[in-house]
């Protein structure tokens, strides 16, 4: 069945480089684009990045000159990463499956200390 | 960037009764709007796509409905599991954007 699953560190300094793992399974990266969302505690959805089954990326422009999204089709595997984070970037992180955003990981929550 | 608008913000309701949510977008998005439960703690969970297609697995009492701007989510019969918050979101343009939420509670 298809599954996503995030993975990385929960706790990073201000100022640091956040990278952040997508592991998917029960269909190909090369058949559905992969898009990262986060939430503040308590608060709403916010659209980070897409990489599309091409491979190409799109971008929210709020985040568009911190934020780099990559794949490794092979192993199934998409990576977020965001430097220069503040605390204001502290969130659960969500990968989720495709324009429709069909399938959503667990999540990982994020904090960014000061 | 278009804006999502949902309203009401906070809903109660009693078991069995009809409820509808509302997203109003901030310019015509095609139907290409999604409704999301998410229930506390959990990951969102994609309800309806593209304005009015139920999601398999999804309850029938579940609907969704609108055009241009505005679109409505209604539970026919709310049931004690139906307690979450729901997004909208439109995939219409980008950036991609979501509603800011309705949070449903039982009387």
């Known amino acids: 069945q298809v599954q996503l699953k995030e993975s990385g560190p929960v706790l990073v300094q201000a100022s640091e480089t956040l990278s952040l793992t997508c592991t998917v399974s029960g269909f190909s990266l090369t058949n559905y684009g992969v898009i990262w969302v986060r939430q503040p505690p308590g608060k709403g959805l916010e659209w980070m990045g897409i990489i599309w089954r091409n491979g190409n990326t799109d971008y929210n422009s709020a985040l568009k000159s911190r934020l780099s999204i990559n794949r490794d089709t092979s192993k199934s595997q998409v990576f977020l990463k965001m430097n220069s984070l503040q605390t204001d970037d502290t969130a659960i992180y969500y990968c989720t499956r495709g324009a429709l955003l069909d399938y959503w990981g667990q999540g990982v929550m994020v904090t960014v200390s000061s | 960037d278009i804006q999502m608008t949902q309203s009401p913000s906070v809903l109660s309701a009693s078991v069995g009764d009809r409820v509808t949510l509302n997203c109003k977008a901030s310019?015509?998005?095609?139907?290409?709007l999604n409704w999301y439960q998410q229930k506390l703690g959990e990951a969102p969970k994609l309800l309806i796509y593209n304005t009015n297609n139920l999601q398999t697995g999804i309850p029938s009492r579940f609907s969704g409905s609108g055009s241009g701007t505005d679109y409505t989510l209604t539970i026919s019969s709310l049931q004690p599991e139906d307690v979450a918050t729901y997004f909208c979101f439109q995939h219409n343009s980008w950036p991609l954007t979501f509603g800011s939420g309705t949070k449903l509670e039982i009387k």
């Open positions: 310019q015509n998005i095609n139907k290409y």
